[in-house]
Protein backbone atom coordinates (compact mmCIF):
# COMPACT_ATOMS: atom_id res chain seq x y z
CA UNK A 1 0.00 0.00 0.00
CA UNK A 2 0.87 3.79 -0.50
CA UNK A 3 1.16 6.28 2.39
CA UNK A 4 2.58 9.77 2.70
CA UNK A 5 3.18 11.06 6.31
CA UNK A 6 3.30 14.45 7.07
CA UNK A 7 3.88 14.85 10.58
CA UNK A 8 3.83 19.09 11.23
CA UNK A 9 0.08 19.52 11.58
CA UNK A 10 0.95 23.29 12.00
CA UNK A 11 4.18 25.14 11.13
CA UNK A 12 4.79 29.10 11.75
CA UNK A 13 6.91 31.21 9.49
CA UNK A 14 8.06 34.89 9.63
CA UNK A 15 7.22 37.25 6.10
CA UNK A 16 10.53 36.54 4.05
CA UNK A 17 11.89 33.71 6.23
CA UNK A 18 12.19 30.17 4.25
CA UNK A 19 9.86 27.22 5.73
CA UNK A 20 10.69 23.68 5.19
CA UNK A 21 7.62 21.73 4.98
CA UNK A 22 8.35 18.03 5.91
CA UNK A 23 7.27 14.77 3.51
CA UNK A 24 8.22 10.97 3.49
CA UNK A 25 5.82 8.83 1.48
CA UNK A 26 6.52 4.57 0.93
CA UNK A 27 5.86 2.45 -2.09
CA UNK A 28 7.04 -0.32 -4.21
CA UNK A 29 6.36 0.69 -7.35
CA UNK A 30 9.87 2.11 -9.16
CA UNK A 31 7.79 4.98 -11.18
CA UNK A 32 5.76 7.14 -9.37
CA UNK A 33 5.19 11.17 -8.82
CA UNK A 34 5.12 13.18 -6.25
CA UNK A 35 2.82 16.21 -5.83
CA UNK A 36 2.64 19.53 -3.42
CA UNK A 37 -0.48 21.36 -3.57
CA UNK A 38 -1.63 24.49 -1.59
CA UNK A 39 -5.23 25.02 -0.37
CA UNK A 40 -6.36 28.39 1.03
CA UNK A 41 -9.21 28.83 3.29
CA UNK A 42 -11.60 29.01 -0.22
CA UNK A 43 -10.56 25.16 -0.11
CA UNK A 44 -9.56 25.06 -3.92
CA UNK A 45 -6.51 22.99 -4.32
CA UNK A 46 -4.00 24.62 -6.15
CA UNK A 47 -0.72 22.55 -7.62
CA UNK A 48 3.03 23.81 -6.85
CA UNK A 49 5.48 21.85 -8.01
CA UNK A 50 6.15 17.94 -8.82
CA UNK A 51 8.98 16.09 -8.67
CA UNK A 52 9.48 12.27 -10.61
CA UNK A 53 10.99 9.43 -9.30
CA UNK A 54 13.48 9.32 -11.95
CA UNK A 55 14.38 12.88 -12.29
CA UNK A 56 17.80 13.40 -11.33
CA UNK A 57 17.43 17.17 -10.53
CA UNK A 58 15.32 18.62 -7.63
CA UNK A 59 12.80 20.42 -9.07
CA UNK A 60 11.96 24.21 -8.37
CA UNK A 61 9.23 26.74 -9.73
CA UNK A 62 9.73 29.81 -8.65
CA UNK A 63 9.68 30.28 -5.20
CA UNK A 64 9.20 26.80 -4.52
CA UNK A 65 11.58 23.84 -4.50
CA UNK A 66 11.68 20.39 -3.29
CA UNK A 67 14.01 18.61 -1.64
CA UNK A 68 13.91 15.07 -3.09
CA UNK A 69 16.14 12.64 -0.64
CA UNK A 70 15.06 9.09 -2.70
CA UNK A 71 16.93 6.88 -0.60
CA UNK A 72 14.90 8.64 2.33
CA UNK A 73 12.05 8.57 0.68
CA UNK A 74 11.35 12.19 1.29
CA UNK A 75 10.48 15.04 -0.38
CA UNK A 76 10.19 18.29 1.46
CA UNK A 77 8.93 21.44 0.01
CA UNK A 78 11.22 24.73 0.36
CA UNK A 79 9.48 28.03 0.13
CA UNK A 80 11.77 30.22 0.06
CA UNK A 81 11.08 33.94 0.80
CA UNK A 82 7.31 33.60 2.64
CA UNK A 83 4.81 36.16 2.06
CA UNK A 84 1.87 36.59 4.17
CA UNK A 85 -0.53 34.99 1.19
CA UNK A 86 1.42 31.87 1.38
CA UNK A 87 -0.58 30.84 4.71
CA UNK A 88 -2.42 28.16 3.82
CA UNK A 89 -2.74 24.26 4.15
CA UNK A 90 -0.29 22.47 1.83
CA UNK A 91 -0.48 18.92 0.97
CA UNK A 92 1.89 16.04 -0.14
CA UNK A 93 1.01 13.93 -2.68
CA UNK A 94 1.73 10.70 -4.87
CA UNK A 95 0.36 9.13 -7.85
CA UNK A 96 1.52 5.47 -8.86
CA UNK A 97 -0.03 3.21 -11.10
CA UNK A 98 -2.56 1.57 -9.09
CA UNK A 99 -6.03 3.11 -8.09
CA UNK A 100 -6.63 4.85 -11.74
CA UNK A 101 -3.34 7.10 -11.12
CA UNK A 102 -5.14 8.57 -8.48
CA UNK A 103 -3.21 10.99 -6.30
CA UNK A 104 -2.76 9.27 -2.55
CA UNK A 105 -2.27 12.73 0.02
CA UNK A 106 -0.98 13.15 3.41
CA UNK A 107 -2.88 14.85 6.20
CA UNK A 108 -1.50 18.06 5.20
CA UNK A 109 0.63 21.16 7.10
CA UNK A 110 -1.00 23.96 7.94
CA UNK A 111 1.24 26.78 7.14
CA UNK A 112 0.59 30.61 8.88
CA UNK A 113 2.49 33.12 7.87
CA UNK A 114 3.37 35.98 10.15
CA UNK A 115 4.26 39.93 9.73
CA UNK B 1 -11.82 28.79 -19.70
CA UNK B 2 -11.04 25.43 -19.31
CA UNK B 3 -11.95 23.43 -16.12
CA UNK B 4 -13.80 21.78 -13.75
CA UNK B 5 -16.73 23.07 -11.93
CA UNK B 6 -18.62 21.52 -8.95
CA UNK B 7 -21.51 22.18 -8.23
CA UNK B 8 -23.62 23.28 -5.86
CA UNK B 9 -21.01 24.57 -3.58
CA UNK B 10 -23.02 24.19 -0.50
CA UNK B 11 -25.68 21.25 -0.19
CA UNK B 12 -28.06 20.38 2.54
CA UNK B 13 -29.02 16.72 3.52
CA UNK B 14 -31.94 16.00 5.35
CA UNK B 15 -31.55 12.20 7.22
CA UNK B 16 -32.75 9.56 4.85
CA UNK B 17 -32.01 11.50 1.70
CA UNK B 18 -30.27 11.01 -1.00
CA UNK B 19 -28.39 13.93 -3.06
CA UNK B 20 -26.28 14.29 -6.18
CA UNK B 21 -23.01 16.30 -6.71
CA UNK B 22 -22.23 17.90 -10.07
CA UNK B 23 -18.75 17.67 -11.49
CA UNK B 24 -17.95 18.84 -15.57
CA UNK B 25 -14.94 19.33 -16.97
CA UNK B 26 -13.83 20.69 -20.10
CA UNK B 27 -10.19 19.62 -20.42
CA UNK B 28 -10.58 16.63 -22.42
CA UNK B 29 -9.52 14.81 -19.22
CA UNK B 30 -9.66 10.84 -19.74
CA UNK B 31 -9.29 10.14 -15.82
CA UNK B 32 -11.54 11.72 -12.92
CA UNK B 33 -11.69 11.10 -9.17
CA UNK B 34 -13.78 12.17 -6.23
CA UNK B 35 -12.33 12.69 -2.92
CA UNK B 36 -13.73 13.57 0.80
CA UNK B 37 -11.95 15.95 2.73
CA UNK B 38 -12.99 16.27 6.52
CA UNK B 39 -11.61 18.90 8.99
CA UNK B 40 -7.81 18.98 9.16
CA UNK B 41 -7.63 16.15 7.21
CA UNK B 42 -5.84 14.75 3.93
CA UNK B 43 -8.47 13.87 1.26
CA UNK B 44 -9.54 10.27 0.80
CA UNK B 45 -10.70 8.59 -2.64
CA UNK B 46 -14.05 7.91 -2.82
CA UNK B 47 -14.30 6.66 -6.63
CA UNK B 48 -12.33 6.92 -9.86
CA UNK B 49 -12.97 6.72 -13.43
CA UNK B 50 -10.16 6.18 -16.31
CA UNK B 51 -13.13 5.87 -18.90
CA UNK B 52 -16.58 6.48 -19.98
CA UNK B 53 -19.07 3.80 -18.62
CA UNK B 54 -16.40 2.30 -16.31
CA UNK B 55 -15.47 3.10 -12.59
CA UNK B 56 -13.92 2.08 -9.98
CA UNK B 57 -14.14 2.20 -5.81
CA UNK B 58 -11.48 4.24 -3.81
CA UNK B 59 -10.88 3.78 -0.63
CA UNK B 60 -14.36 5.15 1.31
CA UNK B 61 -17.05 4.22 -1.36
CA UNK B 62 -18.84 2.75 1.20
CA UNK B 63 -22.18 4.58 0.92
CA UNK B 64 -21.28 6.45 -2.22
CA UNK B 65 -22.28 5.84 -5.92
CA UNK B 66 -21.38 7.70 -9.29
CA UNK B 67 -21.65 7.03 -13.12
CA UNK B 68 -19.52 8.45 -16.03
CA UNK B 69 -21.93 8.44 -19.10
CA UNK B 70 -19.84 11.12 -20.65
CA UNK B 71 -16.22 12.20 -20.76
CA UNK B 72 -16.79 15.31 -19.60
CA UNK B 73 -19.08 14.36 -16.47
CA UNK B 74 -18.86 12.10 -13.02
CA UNK B 75 -21.44 13.09 -10.64
CA UNK B 76 -21.25 11.56 -6.86
CA UNK B 77 -24.08 10.66 -5.07
CA UNK B 78 -24.37 10.24 -2.04
CA UNK B 79 -26.33 7.46 -0.57
CA UNK B 80 -28.79 7.84 3.11
CA UNK B 81 -26.50 4.53 3.47
CA UNK B 82 -23.37 7.19 4.16
CA UNK B 83 -23.68 7.75 7.78
CA UNK B 84 -21.61 10.68 8.50
CA UNK B 85 -21.66 12.30 4.96
CA UNK B 86 -20.96 15.97 6.37
CA UNK B 87 -17.53 16.87 4.58
CA UNK B 88 -16.11 18.59 1.77
CA UNK B 89 -16.16 17.36 -1.49
CA UNK B 90 -13.57 17.68 -4.10
CA UNK B 91 -13.95 16.37 -7.74
CA UNK B 92 -10.75 16.00 -9.92
CA UNK B 93 -9.60 15.39 -13.44
CA UNK B 94 -6.31 14.92 -15.00
CA UNK B 95 -4.54 13.34 -18.25
CA UNK B 96 -3.44 9.57 -17.73
CA UNK B 97 0.31 9.54 -17.40
CA UNK B 98 2.37 8.09 -20.47
CA UNK B 99 5.19 6.50 -20.92
CA UNK B 100 5.45 5.93 -17.40
CA UNK B 101 5.87 9.45 -16.63
CA UNK B 102 3.39 10.38 -13.55
CA UNK B 103 3.84 14.07 -13.86
CA UNK B 104 0.03 14.58 -15.19
CA UNK B 105 -0.93 17.02 -12.46
CA UNK B 106 -4.89 16.72 -11.15
CA UNK B 107 -6.80 19.52 -11.58
CA UNK B 108 -9.03 20.31 -8.84
CA UNK B 109 -12.92 21.75 -8.52
CA UNK B 110 -14.29 24.33 -5.95
CA UNK B 111 -15.95 22.01 -3.91
CA UNK B 112 -19.11 21.09 -2.51
CA UNK B 113 -19.10 22.03 1.12
CA UNK B 114 -22.16 18.93 1.82
CA UNK B 115 -23.75 19.50 5.50
CA UNK B 116 -26.65 17.34 6.97
CA UNK B 117 -29.55 18.78 8.56
Known amino acids: AQKITQTQPGMFVQEKEAVTLDCTYD???????LFWYKQPSSGEMIFLIY??????QNATEGRYSLNFQKARKSANLVISASQLGDSAMYFCAMRVTDSGYALNFGKGTSLLVTP | DGGITQSPKYLFRKEGQNVTLSCEQNLNHDAMYWYRQDPGQGLRLIYYSQIVNDFQKGDIAEGYSVSREKKESFPLTVTSAQKNPTAFYLC????????????????FGQGTRLTVV
Open chain 1, 27 to 33: TSDPSYG
Open chain 1, 51 to 56: QGSYDQ
Open chain 2, 92 to 107: ASSPLPYGGRMNTEAF
